[in-house]
T-cell receptor
């Protein structure tokens, strides 16, 4: 059983579309971390949030602690957004993260 | 520039050999982590260290060993006891403390054992 579930696993979108990636978790957490992994394998941090909503450019992340659910939205998607998006939760202990399996996004021009 | 370096990017070894993966950071972070990534699976924690000279096993520590003699460095040794060592290995670091801090990742090392 995975403590962190992401959906969808794979997503193909046309350039310009609004994209939503979902993350649900079953453990008590301090915060949730959205990450982006490019084909070469490097991982960059997008957002870390423990409540509410954060926005950076065309990316928006929301979290509902009561429902144990977070969403990552991409507005006006672009081919350069093509990557794997990973959700990770920071456990209440503050020491350890659990990771989802990732959502592979392809944006077609 | 501050960041995390992992070397080498690609590593090839014969079965039965131990191999050490390097991870160095100059971010002055106390906590460091080693993860393993396999196709179709999420990152899984091998070991982590909160302070120098101290480290804890993660979920898949069997067949691996680490050391933390310096704050900047957290090398991972993949021993011959690890049954399926071929994988992508990622090192990460973050500040330690009461706040909610994000992880910073190195570029990864892709290990192939034949």
């Amino acid at each position: 059983k995975n403590e962190v579930e992401q959906s969808p696993q794979n997503l193909t979108a046309q350039e310009g579309e609004f994209i939503t990636i979902n993350c649900s978790y079953s453990v008590g957490i301090s915060a949730l971390h959205w990450l982006q992994q490019h084909p070469g394998g490097g991982i960059v941090s997008l957002f870390m949030l423990s409540s509410g909503k954060k926005k950076h450019g065309r990316l928006i992340a929301t979290i509902n602690i009561q429902e144990k659910h977070s969403s990552l939205h991409i507005t006006a998607s672009h081919p350069r957004d093509s990557a794997v998006y990973i959700c990770a939760v920071l456990l209440n202990t503050g020491n350890q993260f659990y990771f989802g399996t990732g959502t592979s996004l392809t944006v077609i021009p | 520039d501050g960041g995390i370096t992992q070397s080498p990017k690609y590593l090839f070894r014969k079965e039965g050999q131990n191999v050490t993966l390097s991870c160095e950071q100059n971010l002055n972070h106390d906590a460091m982590y080693w993860y393993r990534q396999d196709p179709g699976q999420g990152l899984r924690l091998i070991y982590y260290s909160q302070i120098v000279n101290d480290f804890q096993k993660g979920d898949i520590a069997e067949g691996y060993s680490v050391s933390r003699e310096k704050k900047e460095s957290f090398p991972l040794t993949v021993t011959s006891a690890q049954k399926n060592p071929t994988a992508f290995y990622l090192c990460a670091s973050r500040p330690r403390g009461a706040g909610v801090y994000e992880q910073y990742f190195g570029p990864g090392t892709r290990l192939t054992v034949t």
